[in-house]
């Protein structure tokens, strides 16, 4: 699959099954997501439900098969008043597909998104042995500007949060 055959557009209820699996995958083989428990439909379309009320479109990334291979969105970063104009950014891309240019795509449309939102910064919270993603966002301007130590645990061991940012 080349990078030019990923369409973006935005997600719709009939997206949930694989943005569930998505998820699901990520909660139970990957640092990316902590937490420990897997979701149904039911939990996906809330949360779906949930963005778009708040003016976040939940993106997703299909193939030249139709099929979902990636997804993901913005969410304000802290619910106070003065941080209305940061975001904090999610993406996810099926484990088949990690590597081929997906969650690029994905991170352009965001930050597209976040321009026409009027956000001025967006915030990026990632595992830090997840060198991948954090290659990903400095590739596209983020900057790294800190490190939480052993904030989180998953499978057994203390894992560390590095945040990037990047301001519009």
């Known amino acids: 699959m080349s ?3 990923i ?8 997206d949930i099954p694989a943005i569930t699996a998505i998820y699901n995958d990520a909660v139970a083989n990957t640092t990316a997501i902590w937490n ?4 149904d439909d039911a939990n996906r ?6 963005h778009q009320a708040l003016g976040y479109d939940v993106l997703v990334a299909i193939n030249s098969d139709s099929e979902v291979v990636g997804y993901a969105t913005l969410s304000d970063w802290r619910a106070f008043d003065g941080y209305r104009h940061t975001v904090e950014n999610s993406v996810y891309v099926r484990h088949d597909q990690r590597g081929n240019g997906v969650g690029k795509r994905l991170m352009h449309s965001l930050v597209e998104q976040a321009r026409v939102l009027d956000k001025h910064v967006i915030v990026a919270a990632i ?6 993603s954090i290659t990903l966002h400095e590739k596209l301007g983020f900057v790294n500007v800190g490190q ?3 904030v989180g645990i998953k499978f057994g061991r203390w894992l560390d949060l590095v945040f990037l940012q990047l301001t519009l």
């Open 3 to 5: 990078h030019s055959d």
């Open 7 to 14: 369409r973006i557009r935005v997600g719709t209820p009939q």
């Open 36 to 39: 420990d428990q897997q979701v």
């Open 45 to 50: 379309l809330k949360w779906m439900k949930e």
């Open 127 to 132: 595992e830090g042995q997840n060198h991948a």
């Open 148 to 150: 939480l130590k052993e």
